[in-house]
């Protein structure tokens, strides 16, 4: 099978090495999460995969396609990305923000309308679709910035999600909207590259896993093989349990 | 919050409407600057001039202020208060230093040391409150740090220039449209026009911008060329500026403000709108600053600090309670 992404040899290296040749591919319509502690390179690895973060080294495919001479607007074709921390100091509203998911795409006009409206909808930002998101809770602006990511998902260009964390401020209710958003979007045979933290989620919901130690790929696979009492204990420094499908830690 | 079509009225109706009155007012009345040889030469040589001078410098310091704000992502951000006018103003000091020495400059020296000041000093402050936790609060000390350094070099050019030199640098330093001209007036067109081009077809982009550069780029904005430009048309409005008129202050964080708080932060509505009330602001300034102790002058950089400073504090004020 085609793989939608393709990550060879990987590294990047600032005053010391973030990350050290990292190999892996997804295939379409897979979920991968990546999983692994604070400073692991979790959040550098999916900004060299989204081209916002140029590698030292390796080779990143997307869709078959070498990306070394990709400028920023070919990246958000073919790449929609979400980063961890999305602040706005200036009154942008839900609306405005939505909006430019379809900045890549150059949507303009009642395309543009009909497709945020549709994304505030699925996000369920409608009750406040006109406010600052910088006045919303944290949860609220969460979902405007995945509700935009989304988006620019939608682009039939656009096969591969990348999301940095996209659950860590949602309610329960919200959490599982956004795993539906992204099991959706599988269906179509689109990709999704997440950061996770909430290891039973991991377990629950991703088709593979990466588990990344200090700039390392140190494990890949089905999350019940990666996932597992020594591998977590290994990198997380905590002693770790199974029972049935239920992972627990202390 | 007033709407697009409302913005359109105001950016058609209050320009000409505030030029007007900036033209007949003054201590001639209007009978007599119409039908006197005198009085035309004042009304078309002096007054009108000058009354586009001031929009249009208003306009350009308005519009590098929205741009520098978007760029830094900082509502506080304005060009003089984060060095780049003070960078722009040292260099301008030198030029009329040399002048007072007798060194003879053609006069196209002075935009050009002002735009040069202009990009070194906004670059330094870039550069040292990059990579920071805390950008914002370190742009603004940086700028300040810029300032104070641009202030004492100026005040040492002061101290050593020629008595005509001085008095140049101070009176300029202070602000001042009585330069107003009409071959002023069409290089500062010959600079906006293009620009207004140029950035309201990137309106959207400067939005992304607002979201911090890894969503900007994400959402496929040239994050580096665009702050390149952004850089390029803060220093060159800025450089124009403050050669034609001096050191103006506030207007690039007023309006923008003002602007923002009729219309919400896209800017595709701000920017016409800071454009149009930054000129605007200017053009009162100026009839105020003529007229308010005639037939002396009040420096018009004195009035905007007297209507920036209060506003800044209120800004300041509001930005604490928005945590």
Known sequence: ?250 | MINAAQIKWLCFVLPPLLIACAIFSGQQNIQWLLNNEVGHTILWQIRMPRALLAFLIGAMLSWAGVLIQGMVRNPLADPGLIGVSGGAAVCVAIVFWLTGLGILLPSWVQPLAAFVGAVIALLLVLKISANQSDSMSYLILAGIAVSVLAGAIIGLLSYLATDNALRQISFWSMGSLSAASWNWVIVMTIALVPALFIWVGRANSLDALLLGELNAQALGVSVKKLQWQVIFWTALFVALTVAAAGMIGFVGLVSPHLARLLTGASHKRVLPLAVVLGGSLLVVADIAARTLIAPAEIPIGIITALIGGPVFIMLLIREKRLG
């Not at chain 1, 706005?88 to 839900?94: E, S």
């Not at chain 1, 395309?111 to 994304?119: F, M, P």
């Not at chain 1, 969460?142 to 401020?169: F, G, I, K, T, Y």
């Not at chain 1, 959706?184 to 039973?200: C, E, F």
Request: with cysteine.
């Open chain 1, 1 to 250: 099978m085609n793989s939608i992404l393709k990550v060879q040899q990987l590294s990047l290296v600032r005053q010391q090495t973030v990350l050290q040749s990292i190999s892996f591919d997804i295939q379409p319509g897979e979920i991968i999460m990546l999983v692994g502690p604070n400073g692991a390179g979790k959040s550098t690895l999916t900004q060299c995969v989204a081209g916002v973060l140029s590698p030292s080294q390796g080779k990143i495919e997307v869709q078959q396609q070498t990306t070394t001479d990709w400028n920023a607007k070919d990246w958000a074709r073919q790449v929609s990305y979400l980063p961890q921390s999305n602040f706005i100091n200036f009154g942008l509203t839900v609306s405005e923000t939505v909006r430019l998911g379809g900045l890549a795409q150059a949507l303009y006009g009642e395309t543009l309308s009909a497709r945020s409206s549709e994304a505030i909808e699925r996000w369920q930002l409608g009750a406040f679709k006109e406010r600052e998101v910088r006045r919303l809770s944290g949860g609220e602006q969460q979902r405007c910035h995945l509700a935009r990511s989304w988006l620019q998902a939608q682009a039939p260009s656009n096969m591969l999600w990348v999301l940095d964390e996209p659950l860590s401020a949602l309610d329960l209710q919200h959490q599982k909207l956004c795993l539906q958003e992204i099991q959706a979007q599988t269906q179509q045979g689109k990709s999704i590259l997440m950061v996770a933290h909430d290891l039973n989620l991991v377990r629950h919901y991703a088709d593979r896993v990466l588990l990344l130690d200090q700039g390392l790929l140190v494990a890949e696979g089905k999350p019940q093989e990666v996932l597992n009492t020594d591998n977590i204990s290994r990198v997380f420094q905590v002693s770790a349990s199974v029972e049935g499908n239920y992972l627990s830690w202390y």
